[in-house]
């Protein structure tokens, strides 16, 4: 199964809260989760990416949590900014060249 | 200044009239993909490429063509289009193996008639 599972649809977050963004996946081949984040206009622009060897990545105030067991990987945003309001993308591969992507994360932080 | 550029960013066609949408980029990138993004369905990769002269399909493959006889460049040609490849398009870059950051282009805005 190739499919990429993102939730919410959109979310809504008050300035200074956190943000989280869900992915489930069922191809256990999928080896390399990176996140895009898209704002109107321009074309995705990679996040944060991590690897199923490791359960968490932090890059300043964005987090990727991995669960491999259950196939779910999540995005967290802390402190969230009127500036990070955005549409937000997970995605997998299996290393192939391959990649699926979610279908997407509307983000809006009210200030 | 490194970059991904897509020629048109907009346009506007007709059923059955051939088109091509350039990329390009200038990161000396061996990996080159296009993808569609259309409202509730996110990006799908079209066609994909690892190298001159290697491409091999994506998920959504139907009514495109691609080549890549230059490093730099990765067209995509849609022979003959239809009104359900109204979309917009990316095109993206990278190093190496699938494990390396895609550079997205500005996006093409295709509508077809």
């Known amino acids: 199964q190739q499919q990429v599972k993102q939730s919410p649809q959109s979310l809504i977050v008050q300035k200074g809260g956190i943000s989280i963004i869900n992915c489930a996946y069922e191809?256990?081949?999928?080896?390399?989760f990176p996140w895009y984040q898209q704002f109107p206009g321009k074309g995705p622009a990679l996040l944060i990416a991590?690897?199923?060897?490791?359960s968490e990545k932090k890059e300043g105030r964005f987090t990727i949590s991995f669960n491999k067991s259950a196939k779910q990987f999540s995005l967290h945003i802390m402190d969230s900014q009127p500036g990070d309001s955005a549409t937000y993308f997970c995605?997998?591969?299996?290393?192939?060249?391959?990649?699926?992507f979610g279908t997407g994360t509307r983000l809006k932080v009210l200030a | 200044e490194a970059q991904v550029t897509q020629n048109p960013r907009y346009l506007i066609t007709v059923t059955g009239k051939k088109l091509t949408v350039t990329c390009s980029q200038n990161?000396?990138?061996?990996?080159m993909s296009w993808y569609r993004q259309d409202p509730g369905l996110g990006l799908r990769q079209i066609y994909y490429?690892?190298?001159?002269?290697?491409?091999d399909k994506g998920d959504v493959p139907e009514g495109y063509k691609v080549s890549r006889k230059e490093k730099r460049n990765f067209p995509l040609i849609l022979e003959s289009p239809s009104p359900n490849q109204t979309s917009l398009y990316f095109c993206?870059?990278?190093?190496?193996?699938?494990?390396?950051?895609?550079?997205f282009g500005p996006g093409t805005r295709l509508t077809v008639l």
């Open positions: 991590i690897r199923p060897d490791v």
């Open positions: 993206a870059s990278s190093w190496g193996d699938s494990y390396n950051e895609q550079f």
């Open positions: 490429s690892m190298n001159v002269e290697v491409t």
């Open positions: 990161m000396n990138h061996e990996y």
């Open positions: 191809n256990t081949a999928f080896d390399y």
């Open positions: 995605a997998a591969s299996p290393g192939t060249y391959k990649y699926i």
